[in-house]
């Protein structure tokens, strides 16, 4: 082999209603090399891969593998290539269990013996720990992720997809994650490693391909560049850092909460546990925590779609409003905005002006009697779009027309100009373009400025060190006593993190909750 | 005498039950592939008139069976890219559906009402089946054999077959499914096909066994009670032969209280009686948690592919 | 060459207005073709079915009585529908309601009184909302499906009906007919109601359009049921809880269906075997042919209301099977939801999926 890419892509172009996906894209990886594919949201990094493994078509262009050029129909022929992957959003089945999940992803028969053998023997391989008869909706986030490689493993495959495998790791299960990409690299499989996190591709990867807006703007040798200069390429323009005024004088307490305590909404939920937090006027509070720990509980429990046991476990301004419902604690001035965009914080099938009238109705004041003044929802929404800078037509148009950024610019300013007390929001900038991304972190610092009280719920340990002034971890919906930014380092949030996750962690970290320090 | 009687009670029970077994075995297979098609009475409607006429215009029930078969998984089919290619809500599709049935049902059946034809027999020499008790066994319709091979046939399939795992793959989880690269529309068309077969043949054990003749509507709500037999099961095949034959209990006890009035209250309670239970245990089970077994996770949801 | 389906950006509002219209139409050309191939005057049998009854003037009384039970039930329902709460079991809270009237009637028969026809109305509106209510508590309380709960307590009314109308309720001077006796004067509204000409249904019916309407526009009620039909979690989010919508829209739906039953009664005036029309299936039709929008559910249950008079018509001057107009609104049902890709797709010609599907790897 040894000149001969493993894979070639030339000119692969894929459209979508509106959107030029993919414009002419060529890269190539070699045997045993990590490539890292870098791009922001958005820029086109997930449809490519997808095409690699069959379940697309591109529209034009040319796959070559291992020299030959390939026609990749399904994923089922991307297998049997050579080709495995691990997704994003993990292709499992909540209600089976570990064998059988595995079974799904491999094609042609196996019996269950055969293949619990045949699991076991790539788990020692690997050091990748798990018990195949338990039922996936009752596996951690990290332990989902190594079905899906063992999975891909036991394929034996050339080249293994992996599509922003650390998004929801802690940092010491993306230590683990990549020993074993390095030693599955050094036998000779290649890795094309999917990320938009710059410091994991310098401490990774061999080779970078950079996209922007579907296009390949530059291929590096990542560990010659800083994060920094690559960021660059990858956004298009100098990196700009919020502009924090120093506020340090701190106000009263705006938001109190007091031994809050709510059981598992169902069975895939987390209860919360004994949860405490006051944060002051001016402030912006961070709570870091790996996915699915109480970060959706929570931030339902505060903004009100679901009760506390009592009136008095939650205070806003030392109102009790533990009672209230999301209508009332909105008119004490809590407002929240949850992390799913699509069917939570907004609606898509409805206009912009109904999406303003979803929350912003009473505070701002034209829904009285229970009648709806559609002029002055057409103008609260006109303002939100014209002080958030949201492209879009106005406020007619339906919140699915919207792209990702656009839309959570427009719900971030629809709670902002209410001018809430208190702010709860999770996950800011999810799948936000960088430009976004920076708008929006600028505006919850000036709510802040404005002696309003914040809450950040984010998986981004960046944009929560960058932004906070106290950070938390929640874990198994327990949260730490928050404690100022600069007294914490990335290490030992993340052992927080890590808390009883099983994962990748050594076993010496299992059980240790850093929270109560 | 009593022990005549139970026995004959029993294999009314027996007879009335397996209609609603086949259409609910063929309704589990649908669901468990993540989809919900309300137009088991249409369906069964459809076979029902095609079984009749085919066998009284060509004098051969199996050909009669065949048809009602064929006709059943045609109309799914109807239901299938409604909902399926077209993206059309399942609920408003299966109520077209059953709405069709009935309206193409008494069309054609239209020219055949009034008309008698001899029941179908049970497939066993009558020898087999002199005395009651050997009758239980020996003296049934083919249906009754029939339905209880589907049923366990279709629990061996779903457990046991990597087939059935595909299938509840596709059911709990369709945009995974389909990411590692299962074709989930097509295997969805198949089960809805395969549960508008299984409708077919239901439909046919009533107007060829049950009552030999065609009457409007002569399903009677039973595709009704087949789709929450599906939901009591907890989508299990085990406990949906259980639960047939507990429904077929309560509806034997209005076949009764109408012969030989030894009810108190009214027939017309008896009647209602398998409708009002169904409600009842629908609310039992669900407010168990757990114990009632859970839904296929895609259930109703339409299923689009991107790209 | 084939067809692709490219999603708009935005539903568009030309074909949610348009597609009824062309729903109808094709179901026309449809007919011509299924009739013919039935060996019947296929343009004729269409024209009954579908113009006579608009053409002719002596049938407009006819069209009229029909759709006034189907554009108030299907009013209820476009509620409901709106919510994504598959209140299928209207039929059973028609017939309930019905009852309800029939036993105030009953007990009212040797007496006279303004208040007669007030209270029939305010029963059979009561009980057809506790019938919906069963679904209700039944779905908030345990989650069981109001799809399949509905729709058994429609088998249950029917019974209830037969057994009241066999039993206890009988008409002593009936002949030993299922049936009860016929209304009195003081429980029936006059036929000609202010001398329009107009049936009181109807004029019951547009009214309730219009109350509708204002609900659905303008409301934070009419707002918040559109919000829990399109993203529960987001109505949530927004301060609205959905047990209370559930409850609301079947509770509604219910006594719209209720309030059918009693004009209906009124109408037919008095209960029999022949009552259970399948009113409150039809209505379901009617309320997704009028694209849950009070104006075009009115416009709808005409169009419903024009088949049955003309499957009547068509059934004497064509002798077309008197099942035709059945098959007929189910045909509807599927071009209705069939067409509602237009809505939400582009269709467009596309020439290259073919060549990728040509070449495959080994």
Redesign the interface.
């Given at each position: 082999m040894g000149a001969i890419n493993r894979l070639e892509l030339i000119n692969v172009t894929k459209r979508?209603?509106?959107v030029l996906a993919n414009d002419r894209v060529s890269l190539t990886v070699n045997p045993g090399e990590i490539h890292a594919l870098l791009g922001e949201n958005g820029a086109g990094k997930s449809?490519l891969v997808?095409m690699i493994y069959?379940?697309?078509?591109p529209?034009s262009g040319s796959i070559l593998w291992e020299g030959k050029e390939?026609?990749?129909?399904?994923?089922?022929?991307?297998?049997?290539?050579g080709i495995g992957m691990v997704?994003q959003h993990?292709?499992?089945?909540?209600?089976?269990d570990v064998v059988?999940n595995i079974?799904?992803?491999l094609d042609g028969?196996v019996s269950r013996q055969a293949l619990n053998a045949e699991i076991r023997g790539v788990m020692d391989k690997y050091g990748l720990k798990l018990d195949p008869r338990r039922q996936i909706a009752t596996l951690s986030v990290g332990e989902r992720q190594r079905i899906e490689i063992v999975r891909a493993l036991l394929l034996n495959p050339q080249l293994l997809i992996m599509d922003e495998p650390t998004s929801v790791l802690t940092p010491q299960e993306v230590d683990e994650l990549f020993k074993t990409l390095r030693r599955l690299a050094s036998e000779g499989v290649s890795i094309l490693y999917i990320s938009h996190k710059l410091h994991e591709i310098v401490a990774l990867c061999d080779r970078a391909t950079i996209l922007r807006g579907g296009k390949v703007v530059g291929t590096c040798d990542p560990r010659q560049e800083t994060p920094r200069s690559m960021g660059e390429m990858m956004i298009g323009s100098d990196l700009r850092d919020p502009a924090r005024g120093q506020m340090k004088v701190e106000g009263t307490v705006r938001l109190s909460v007091t031994n809050l305590s709510l059981p598992k909404p169902d069975d895939f939920g987390v209860a919360l546990d004994n949860v405490n937090l006051d944060v002051k006027g001016g402030e912006i509070f961070g709570i870091a925590g790996v996915a699915g720990n109480g970060q959706n509980e929570l931030l339902e429990a505060l903004?009100?779609?679901r009760l506390s046991s009592a009136a008095d476990v939650i205070k806003v301004d030392r109102i009790p409003v533990g009672q209230f419902?999301?209508?009332?604690r909105?008119e004490v001035g809590l407002c929240?905005v949850?992390e799913?965009r699509n069917?939570?914080?907004?609606?898509?099938?409805?206009s912009l002006a109904?999406n303003a009238?979803?929350?912003a109705?009473t505070r701002i004041g034209f829904?009285t009697q229970?009648?709806?003044d559609?002029d002055g929802a057409d103008a609260y929404a006109a303002k939100v779009i014209q002080t958030f800078a949201v492209k879009t037509l106005g406020p007619n148009?339906?919140a699915?027309?919207l792209s990702g950024g656009n839309l959570q610019k427009f719900v971030m300013g629809r709670e902002i100009l209410q001018a809430p007390s208190v702010l709860v929001v999770s996950q800011p900038t999810w799948g936000v373009d960088a430009g976004s991304a920076a708008f929006i972190h600028q505006a919850l610092i000036d709510l802040a400025d404005k002696g309003s009280a914040i809450i950040v719920i984010s998986q981004d340990l960046d944009e929560l060190l960058a932004l906070c002034d106290r950070l938390s971890v929640i874990n198994l919906g327990r949260l730490s006593v928050g404690r100022p930014v600069s007294e914490v380092s990335v290490q030992e949030l993340g052992l927080m993190m890590g808390g009883s996750h099983g994962g990748w962690t050594t076993p010496a970290m299992e059980g240790d909750h850093a929270a109560k320090a | 005498m009593t022990i005549t009687f139970i026995l004959d009670a029993l294999i009314t029970v027996i007879g009335i039950t397996t209609p609603i077994l086949l259409a609910a075995t063929g309704e589990l297979i649908v669901e468990k592939s993540g989809v919900i098609n309300l137009g088991v009475e249409g369906m069964m409607l459809v076979g029902a008139i095609a079984g009749f006429a085919v066998t009284f215009e060509t004098g051969n029930p199996w050909l009669g069976i065949l048809i009602a078969m064929v006709s059943g998984a045609v109309a799914a089919s109807i239901f299938g890219v409604m909902v399926l290619s077209l993206g059309a809500n399942q609920v408003a599709t299966g109520l077209a559906l059953t709405i069709f049935g009935i309206g193409l049902s008494s069309l054609i059946g239209s020219n055949y009402v009034g008309i008698a034809i001899d029941p179908l027999d049970s497939p066993f020499p009558d020898t087999l089946a002199l005395d009651t008790f050997w009758r239980i066994v020996f003296g049934h319709s083919p249906f009754v054999y029939f339905a209880v091979f589907l049923v366990l046939a279709t629990g061996f399939f779903l457990n046991k077959t990597r087939a059935g795992l595909v299938l509840r793959a596709v059911g709990e989880n369709d945009f995974s499914a389909h990411s590692i690269g299962y074709p989930v529309i097509r295997i969805r068309y198949l089960a809805i096909a395969f549960g508008g077969a299984a409708a077919g043949i239901a439909g046919a054990d009533f107007s060829l066994v049950i009552s030999p003749l065609w009457a409007e509507q002569m399903t009677a709500g039973r595709g009704w009670i087949a789709l929450a037999l599906v939901v009591f099961a907890g989508w299990r095949a085990g406990r949906l032969l259980a639960g047939s034959y507990f429904f077929g209990v309560l509806m034997a006890l209005e076949l009764y209280a109408k012969a030989s009035g030894f009810a108190i209250l009214p027939s017309q309670f008896w009647a209602a009686m398998p409708y009002l239970i169904a409600v009842i245990v629908l609310a039992l089970l669900s407010s168990r948690d757990g114990k009632g077994g859970k839904a296929p996770a895609c259930l109703g949801k339409p299923f689009i592919p991107n790209g | 060459m084939r067809l692709r389906l490219e999603k708009r950006l935005e539903p568009s509002r030309k074909m949610l207005i348009l597609t009824p219209v062309l729903s109808v139409v094709a179901i026309m050309v449809l007919g011509i073709i299924i009739f013919d191939g039935l060996g019947y005057d296929g343009p004729q049998a269409v024209w009954e079915l579908f113009f006579t009854p608009v053409l002719d003037v002596y049938k407009w009384r006819d069209v009229a009585t029909k759709a006034a039970p189907l554009i108030i039930i299907a009013l209820g329902l476009s509620l409901s529908n709106q919510a994504k709460i598959w209140n299928i079991g209207a039929e059973g809270q028609y017939i309930v309601g019905a009852i309800a009237a029939a036993g105030v009637a009953y007990s009212t028969q040797s007496v006279t009184g303004f208040w007669i026809i007030p209270l029939m109305v305010l029963a059979g509106m009561l009980a057809g909302a506790a019938y919906a209510a069963i679904p209700a508590v039944l779905r908030t309380r345990y989650g069981v499906s109001e799809v399949l709960s509905s729709l058994m307590l429609v088998y249950v009314s029917l019974q209830l009906l037969s057994y009241m109308i066999t039993g206890p309720w009988k008409d002593p001077n009936g002949h030993n007919f299922p049936q009860t006796a016929q209304l009195t004067a003081a429980q029936i509204l006059p036929h000609d109601l202010l001398g329009s000409g107009i049936p009181p249904g109807l004029l019951v019916a547009l009214l309730a359009a219009l109350i509708f309407y204002i609900i659905v526009s303008c409301t934070v009620f009419g707002f918040s049921i559109r919000a829990i039909g399109e993203a529960p979690h987001a109505a949530r989010y927004g301060g609205f809880r959905s047990d209370r919508i559930i409850w609301a829209t079947l509770m509604i739906s219910g006594a719209m269906a209720g309030l059918a039953g009693v004009f209906e009664l009124m109408q037919l005036s008095r209960l029999n075997l022949g009552y259970p029309s399948g009113y409150g299936f039809t209505a379901i039709i009617v309320s997704l042919l009028g694209r849950s929008h009070p104006i075009g559910v009115f416009i709808a249950g005409l169009v419903l209301a024009i088949t049955y008079v003309g499957g009547q018509v068509a059934q004497t001057v064509v002798h077309v099977p008197n099942a035709t107009a059945g098959l007929f609104q189910a045909l509807l049902l599927f071009a209705i939801l069939a067409s509602d890709l237009l809505v939400r797709y582009r269709i467009r010609l596309s020439f290259k999926g073919d060549i990728a599907a040509k070449r495959s790897v080994a």
């Open positions: 979508f209603p509106g449809t997808k069959g379940i697309q078509a529209d390939v026609r990749i129909n399904n994923p089922r022929a991307a297998r049997r290539l997704f993990f292709s499992l089945f909540e209600a089976m059988e079974a799904l992803g028969s903004c009100g779609e419902g999301p209508t009332s909105r929240a949850p799913e069917g939570h914080a907004a609606i898509g099938t409805f109904d009238t979803l929350t109705r829904a229970g009648f709806i559609q148009s339906l699915a027309s | - | -």
